[in-house]
């Protein structure tokens, strides 16, 4: 799997002062990561053309069911080094909530 994802997919990294999931975006196919007291990095994984093309979500479970950790997948550690991408021109704490990033016409800048 380490080696298929990169060729399809990337991680896309939003980061916002809520806690809320992605929307429209399954659980296993995110994570919200706490990085200050009221600050949450959320990574979420789709292909590297569409923020909103996710992968099958069995797919995301053998991932998981195989003992990968979500840190681990999602920041490229421990092998897992798919593409990363953050919205191009925005600063990192721009919107208040995910759902204000995502009704923005974003282009992404790849960071990994």
């Known amino acids: 799997m ?4 990169p060729a399809n997919y990337q991680i ?5 002062y809520d806690d809320s999931a992605v929307p429209n975006v399954p659980a ?9 007291e ?3 990095n959320k990574y979420w994984i789709a292909t590297a053309d569409n923020w909103n093309t996710l992968p099958y979500s069995d797919t995301m479970g053998d991932i998981w069911n195989m003992g ?7 920041q490229g550690l421990a092998g897992w080094g798919l593409r990363a991408a953050i ?3 925005k600063t990192v704490l721009w919107a208040q909530t995910a759902m204000a990033w995502l009704s923005q016409s974003l282009t992404w800048r790849l960071i990994r």
């Open 28 to 36: 296993n196919t995110q994570w919200v990561q706490q990085v200050g």
């Open 38 to 40: 009221s600050t949450y």
């Open 12 to 16: 896309y990294q939003i980061q916002t």
């Open 68 to 74: 990968v950790t979500y840190s681990d997948f999602f």
């Open 87 to 89: 919205p191009r021109g």
């Open 2 to 5: 380490q080696m298929l994802m």
